[in-house]
């Protein structure tokens, strides 16, 4: 395998396409500092798939792209083409169809690296195979950088070894075996894991194969239940039939019943459309009778008012007359008791009056008692004369009780006037069967025996007012 060609597009400063050949021999590269010379080399490093920005002299991989000058605008992306001669067939089984091999490498601002060999894409570990099967590759001692030799020759048995592998073309078999140990240490964390994955298979397998014998129970039970429900259902619709051929049998009774109902309705409609004609005078007559009787209800109800009223002033009366007596009686005895003091203080005067005439000696003496007896006598005529006010006094309130008397008298008369006149119109009505007449008459009977008891009191009271008076 022969580099033939490197192609650089915006890589670095080379912003505009740029073919550099290498032919057979030694091609070398002449310029002063900063032509970019070392951008050539890294162009190089970077296809055959170099992964670090401080190999590349940037602080990351988006900056091997253009970034523009004074005269020259940036660039979004950037692009190196190796072209390789495998005219021996030294390249890898898969890329070994094709005389030369192109590897192209294109990194966008933003998006990263792609690659291509033959315009396929591949991955960037296939484009470092291919490399390191030719004791080559990015990293390869044999692309020599500023200081490197000094390196070397300081550099660590290990390093001085990698060298010598690379040289004797086996560093590409020690990356296939570091690839190799990485795919089997990847098998066996796959295997690990499939045990895991087995043991938990397993242990849902146990639990799918008990959930399928409940389920098979569950349908064994389901189709029994459902074979038992069908035999209910059938046992039910067997009653329902039965029960509907009843039901319709009974309906069929019903309709002759009803039928002979509808007659008997009919001839009770038109009867009780002949009662209704009928009853129309004896509604009328219930009608006056329930005006009459509440008429009378509302009478009754004054009646008793003034019944009650004057029961009360009847039994005031009373009293008045029972206290108007006392007072008579006590007055009569006061009386009497002056009218003995009186003659005994005109016996006591005449004596002393005798005794003057008969001891003059005892003149002063008997005058003395003589104005004594005077002062009784004037002080028991002025109790007389108190008293006989007092008797005025009760013979005025005896007439005013009389006229009170009268005047109850009078509403007596009035009530009594009244409960006969409905008496009479009661009478006029007639016997009912209605059970308010028969209240409202026992109601008046009522009233009735109430006045004949306050007619006894007013008699009452009149004997002991006559009685007061003789007195």
Known sequence: MHFQRLRLSGFKSFVDPTDF?????LTGIVGPNGCGKSNLLESLRWVMGANSAKAMRADGMDDVIFAGSGNRPSRNHAEVTLTIDNADRRAPAEFNDHPVLEVVRRIDRGAGSTYRVNGREVRARDVQLLFADASTGANS???VRQGQISELIAAKPQN???ILEEAAGVSGLHTRRHEAELRVR?????????DDITRELESNLARLRREARQADKYKRLSAEIRALQSAMLFARWNEARAALQKVQAEGSDAAGLAETAA?????ATAA??????AIKPLREEETTAAAVLHRLAIEKDRLDRELESASAEVERLTADLARIGADMAREAQIVEDAGRALARLDVEIAEVETEIAAAPSRLPELKAAAEAAEAARAQAEAAVEALAAQAAAAEAEGRAAQGRLEEAQLRLARTVRALTQARTEREALGPAGDPRLAAITSDLAAAEAELAAAREALEAADAERSAAHAA
């Open 21 to 25: 050949r290498i032919e057979p021999g």
């Open 141 to 143: 001692p044999a692309l």
């Open 160 to 162: 001085r070894r990698r």
């Open 186 to 194: 990847a098998a066996e964390t796959n295997l690990a894991r499939l």
């Open 263 to 267: 007659r008997e309705a009919a001839a």
């Open 272 to 277: 009780a459309l002949t009662a209704e004609a």
